[in-house]
C-alpha cells in the first residue's frame, strides 16, 4: 500500500477535516457524552475481534516475549522517570508524568487499531492483552508513588482504593470483558452471531471516522 493510498483513507481525511476545522476557527464541537459512547464502541468491538484473534493465534512464542516485554519497559519508563524528575518536579507530578509516558494511551491504541482494521491489514489477537498489561504497572506505580507522598493529608485516599479505582477502570474493563467474551464465543464456534454485525462492518467504519473527526478536533486545538 503506497502513501497516497494511505493519505486517502476515509479515516485519514476526516482526521484532517477535524484538524482544519479548528485551524479555521470553526465552531465544529462535539459532545463528551457523544465521544464517550463512541470511544466505548470502539473498544468492544477492538476486544471482541482481538479476542477471536487471541483464540486463533497464542500467546506462547512471540506472543509471550512481546508481553513480557511490554511490563518491563512499563515498569522501568516510570522508575526512571520518576526519580530523575522528581527533584526538579516534586514527587507527585514526577509520579504522573512517568505513568503518562509508562503507559499507553486507550485513545491511541482505538485510533490505530482501527485505522489498521479500516486498511485491511491483520494485527496479533496479544496485542489487546499488551494494551492492558502496558496500562497496569505504570498506572499503579504512579498512583502509590503520589498517594505515599500526600498520605496524612486532607482528603487523601486510602492505596487499595486508589489502586482498585485504576484497576476498575470502565474503558479497560469493556476491553478486558469483550475480549474474554470473543475467546469464549469462538472456543465454543458461535463467535459468527449477530454480534459480528454489530462490531464490524460498516458500522465500526463509521464510527472509526466519526472518532478520527473528533481526534483531528483534539489535535487542533492543542497545536
Do not use: C, W
Amino acid at each position: 500500500m503506497d502513501i497516497l493510498t494511505t493519505i486517502l483513507n476515509p479515516g485519514v481525511l476526516f482526521f484532517i477535516l477535524g484538524f482544519v476545522a479548528i485551524m479555521l476557527n470553526s465552531n465544529l464541537s462535539i459532545p463528551d457524552s457523544v465521544v464517550k459512547f463512541v470511544s466505548l464502541y470502539l473498544m468492544l468491538s477492538i476486544g471482541f475481534k482481538g479476542g477471536i484473534s487471541l483464540h486463533h493465534s497464542s500467546l506462547f512464542g512471540d506472543g509471550l516475549i512481546i508481553i513480557a516485554t511490554i511490563i518491563a519497559m512499563s515498569a522501568l519508563v516510570p522508575i526512571y522517570s520518576y526519580f530523575i524528575l522528581k527533584k526538579k518536579l516534586g514527587v507527585v507530578d514526577a509520579a504522573a508524568i512517568g505513568a503518562t509516558y509508562g503507559s499507553n494511551s486507550t485513545l491511541t491504541y482505538i485510533t490505530a487499531a482501527g485505522f489498521l482494521t479500516s486498511i485491511g491489514v491483520e494485527y496479533a489477537g496479544y496485542m489487546t492483552v499488551a494494551l492492558v498489561v502496558m496500562e497496569t504497572p505504570a498506572i499503579i506505580f504512579a498512583i502509590v508513588m503520589a498517594h505515599l507522598a500526600t498520605r496524612g493529608k486532607k482528603n487523601a485516599q486510602s492505596t487499595p482504593a486508589v489502586i482498585k479505582e485504576a484497576l476498575t477502570d470502565g474503558t479497560l474493563l469493556v476491553l478486558v470483558g469483550s475480549m474474554l467474551i470473543g475467546y469464549i464465543l469462538t472456543a465454543l464456534g458461535t463467535e459468527k452471531s449477530p454480534l459480528s454485525t454489530f462490531i464490524g462492518g460498516d458500522m465500526f467504519t463509521g464510527m472509526l471516522v466519526f472518532f478520527l473527526l473528533y481526534m483531528g478536533t483534539l489535535v487542533g486545538k492543542r497545536f
